[in-house]
Every structure is written in C-alpha cells, then in structure tokens.
C-alpha cells in the first residue's frame, strides 16, 4: 500500500511545481499555508460526519472518501513544509512496540 503514497508524493511534489492556474495542488501551495490548513480542516470535519453517518446508515462509503479526502490534504500539508508520508510511516514504525498508553504519557512528559 505504501507504493501509493509513494506514487502520490512523487505528483505532489511535481504539481507543487507546477502553475496554480493548471494544478489544485499548485493552487493551494500559492495560497499558502493557511489555505491547506483551512482545507485538513475542512476534511477532518467532513470525515467525522461521515463516521457519524455510517454508523447510523452502516455503510461507510462517505467515511472512506472523506479520509481519503484527509489523508490528501494531510499530505499536501506535509509536502508544503517539506515533509512526506515517510516520516508519518517512520513515526507510526517507532511507536508499534508501544502501548498507547505510554507513548500518550511520554508526549506529556515533553
């Protein structure tokens, strides 16, 4: 499944570079920061409507386009402050042995 992050983030990072008048993404990197943290959080609400709504209707379709929907978002965030997927899977691979009690209590401790 990485394979399609992986693919994802090398377009990212293409249409990063690309004009804001041809590219979504390129469009959100001109209009900054802010913009894409309007939009993560803009999905973030959309997805746990979606959650909400498929728990009632027991379908979760809408709950699946809505995190993918997060999930892009997140990762043009990311991109926009030079970072990737990679770094989310590294810190995700650091915390398996950890119970998430602990690693909850560890953050606080910071």
Not at 22 to 51: D, P, Q
Not at 74 to 98: K, Q, T
Request: proline residues 0%; hydrophobic residues 45%; charged residues 30%.
């Amino acid at each position: 499944m990485s394979d399609i992050l992986d693919q994802l983030s090398v377009v990212l990072e293409e249409r990063k570079q690309a004009g804001a008048e041809s590219s979504y993404v390129a469009s959100l990197h001109a209009k900054g920061l802010n913009k894409i943290l309007e939009k993560v959080g803009e999905e973030a609400f959309e997805t746990v409507l979606a959650a909400k709504d498929a728990e009632i209707t027991k379908n979760n379709q809408a709950l699946v386009s809505e995190t993918a929907d997060l999930w892009f978002h997140s990762l043009v965030m990311l991109s926009h402050l030079g970072e990737d997927h990679r770094s989310v899977l590294a810190e995700l691979a650091r915390r398996f042995d950890v119970s998430g009690l602990e690693e909850k209590a560890s953050r606080i401790k910071k």
